[in-house]
């Protein structure tokens, strides 16, 4: 999964990609704060990175970037992101995902 590195209220996060909801019609972004003051590291914004599940988030040019409280760090509910995914025609329920007839 490719995510991108945001500025929010002055400090760098890493923002994943768009994914739908297993049980609800919504679409999330989630959002890992990494502690980092953007004026700091201006440059990083906008770059390519992924996590590894171990706190680390490793960019294109194999730049590593711990996040916040390492593998323990939690997403920043204020900063995640949601939409609603709209019931298409003749679909009765949403189900792994997906709206189904």
């Known amino acids: 999964m490719e995510s991108e590195i945001v500025e929010r209220d002055g400090k760098l996060f890493v ?3 768009w994914q739908n909801h297993f049980s609800k019609p919504i679409k999330y972004r989630t959002c ?17 990175c992924r996590t590894n599940g171990t706190g680390v ?13 390492g593998p323990d760090t939690t997403p920043d509910p204020d900063q995640c992101e949601e939409r609603q995914i709209a019931k298409s025609p ?8 997906r709206w189904v007839r």
């Open 57 to 69: 988030a490793i960019l294109e040019d194999k730049t590593w970037i711990k996040l916040e409280h």
């Open 90 to 97: 003749g679909c009765h329920e949403y189900r792994n995902g």
């Open 32 to 48: 890992w704060p990494t502690g980092i003051l953007a004026s700091q590291y201006k440059h990083l914004v906008g770059q390519k």
């Open 15 to 17: 923002l994943d990609p």
